[in-house]
């Protein structure tokens, strides 16, 4: 048996190639956790304006219960088949343009979502309603029918709100990379990392 006495450092001690070291340690484990969530609550605000249902799953906690989150799949975010689905049905929203706006002024994207589906359910007396599904991978499938005349044929319609949801799920995918890419910037690292207290051997690998 023999004692080892080793010196511990505080990330702001380190040297920066040491530093950079820590950083990239975090991340190799930083983001195991269910970062996603505030961005979910986000878009289920968002889709419940403009007239869409998210789905709802259920997520196993290790207690033996279970959450419930929508139902949004994501892949990212630098590689081939990167992208995200959703699950839900969609129907008119009385004020949605109005409403999108006041929640989201600065997000132009969203109010011409938000406009696109107004234009298109005035042209069909707000009668439009949409199942959503994944087809594969991140892919959607838009079914559309006039609520009142499922038989009616609704022209370019269903083009125009599958185009409209295809946009909504985009909007999604890129909130979503831009949090993580927050998440992964040295500056929120090296914030997460001065908040937790972690220690350091001089290299920059963790205690």
């Not at 975010?77 to 008119?92: D, E, V």
């Not at 439009?128 to 559309?144: F, G, N, P, Q």
Request: proline content about 2%; charged content about 35%; overall charge negative.
């Amino acid at each position: 048996m023999r004692t080892v006495e080793k010196t511990l450092y505080k990330y702001e001690e380190l040297s920066d190639r040491a530093k950079q070291k820590a950083r990239e340690c975090y991340l190799e484990g930083g983001l195991d956790y269910s970062w996603w969530e505030d961005s979910y609550e986000d878009f289920a605000r968002v889709a419940e304006i403009l007239g869409i249902t998210l789905s709802q799953r259920s997520v196993p906690l290790m207690s033996g219960k279970c959450r419930y989150e929508p139902e949004i799949y994501f892949s990212g975010f630098y590689h081939q088949g990167s992208g995200s689905s959703f699950f839900g049905t969609y129907g008119y929203a009385k004020g949605a343009v109005a409403k999108i706006k006041k929640y989201a002024p600065q997000d132009e994207e969203l109010h011409r979502i938000a406009q696109g589906l107004q234009d298109v359910q005035r042209r069909h007396f707000y009668r439009l309603t949409a199942d959503i599904t994944s087809v594969r991978d991140h892919y959607i499938r838009v079914e559309v029918v006039d609520s009142e005349n499922p038989y009616r044929d609704i022209g370019d319609a269903e083009d125009d709100v599958r185009e409209l949801m295809n946009d909504f799920n985009d909007w999604m995918f890129k909130r979503l990379q831009d949090e993580y890419e927050y998440l992964t910037s040295d500056e929120a690292v090296e914030e997460s990392i001065i908040a937790n207290e972690y220690e350091f051997d001089e290299e920059g690998n963790p205690a």
